[in-house]
């Protein structure tokens, strides 16, 4: 059964931090990049980082640079995404997916997508 489940999301206050993890089964990650997508209410879903299979390289949309780390852990099967700083505006429901590469997160952020997770709430709030 392929699967990617993500975990971690919660009520968290402004300025204030979590970390979401990504864990795949009945496949491995080690060939696939790895994107997090973000859906806020009422609005449509948008690309908000990426990394690559290949050489590591990450990729972030300009509303989370400095604030949001993506990462990888092929040993455990896993992606993270530490979000620092956070703000009311970062409240989504958050999904990672898997991809054949990144594509650009703000242009193309869909782009070769095999695997969807189900998605971790993110909520910011005081």
């Known amino acids: 059964q392929v699967q990617l489940v993500e975990s971690g999301g919660g009520l968290v206050q402004p300025g204030g931090s979590l970390r979401l993890s990504c864990a795949a089964s009945?496949?491995?990650?080690?060939?696939?990049?790895i994107g997090w997508f973000r859906q806020a209410p009422g609005k449509e879903r948008e690309g908000v980082s990426c990394?690559?299979?290949?050489?590591?390289?990450?990729y972030y949309v300009d509303s989370v640079k400095g604030r949001f780390t993506i990462s990888r852990d092929n040993a455990k099967n896993s992606a993270y995404l530490q979000m620092n700083s956070l703000k009311p505006e970062d409240t989504a429901v958050y999904y990672c997916?898997?991809?054949?590469?990144?594509?650009?997160?703000?242009?193309?952020?869909?782009?070769?997508?095999?695997?969807w997770g189900k998605g971790t709430l993110v909520t910011v709030s005081s």
């Open positions: 009945g496949f491995t990650l080690d060939y696939y990049a």
């Open positions: 997916a898997a991809q054949r590469v990144c594509g650009s997160v703000d242009a193309d952020p869909y782009y070769g997508v095999d695997y």
């Open positions: 990394i690559s299979s290949s050489d590591g390289s990450t």
